[in-house]
């Protein structure tokens, strides 16, 4: 990932203060996965990229604090206080003490995981050891893993049958264009993952199958 975090060095005192606000309350930072013509981008908010093209970055990883109420993004303001390092290691930190879980999707032959309902259900990709569950329930190398919206993961084995394939990107379709949850969209892509880790992502009307 390259970053567009930038700021001057911040003494470790202000940092200290910053790390136990976060420890002593809810008020957590996490990455949030957010696709690349984000308006949020517009406004400053700090991110990393996460898949990059040559017109511009597709998905992004931003960083907000889970208030009550809402997410506050981070932003250009907040490095009066934290720096790069201590964002990002503080909301991967947070990312990976968050729980969720895999459940077999029974009507699709237990073939296929999903992981959903969980406020970062999604950013849970980004998670090696989470996603190393995926592997091994699965018993496969290679992974299709999408992740549509917020709180939403799907996971399917990349030597699966055609047909499973089919019915998974049926549902990735229905999950991409379903809105009434008002979860917000990611990315209308699969991401290909291997050891726990993205190794990089297929646009779905390009997908082949290797015989």
């Known amino acids: 990932m390259s970053g567009t975090l930038y700021g001057k060095e911040k003494s470790e005192k202000e940092i200290e203060k910053i790390v136990e606000e976060t420890k002593n309350s809810d008020q957590k930072i996490y990455p949030i996965l957010k696709p690349g013509d984000w308006v949020g981008l517009k406004a400053g908010a700090l991110n990393s990229n996460l898949i990059r093209s040559e017109a511009g970055p597709k998905v992004v990883i931003a960083y907000g604090i ?16 934290m720096d790069q390092k201590q964002i990002t290691n503080e909301a991967f930190r947070n990312l990976g003490n968050y729980e969720t879980e895999f459940t077999y999707s029974e009507v699709l032959q237990n073939k296929v995981l999903t992981s959903s309902g969980n406020d970062f259900s999604s950013e ?11 592997h091994t329930m699965l018993k496969a190398d290679e992974l299709f893993v999408s992740v549509p919206r917020r709180s939403c993961m799907m996971v399917i084995s990349r030597n ?10 049926g549902l990735h379709k229905d999950a991409w264009e379903d809105d009434s949850y008002g979860n917000a969209p990611i990315a209308n892509i699969l991401f290909t993952m291997k050891a726990g880790r993205i190794t990089g992502h297929i646009a779905l009307d390009n997908i082949t199958r290797e015989e």
């Open 66 to 81: 889970n208030t009550p109420d809402n997410f506050v993004f981070l932003t250009q303001k907040h490095l009066e206080t």
């Open 124 to 134: 849970r990709i980004l998670s090696e050891a989470h996603m190393l569950k995926a």
């Open 160 to 169: 699966v049958e055609e047909e499973l394939l089919e019915a998974f990107l």
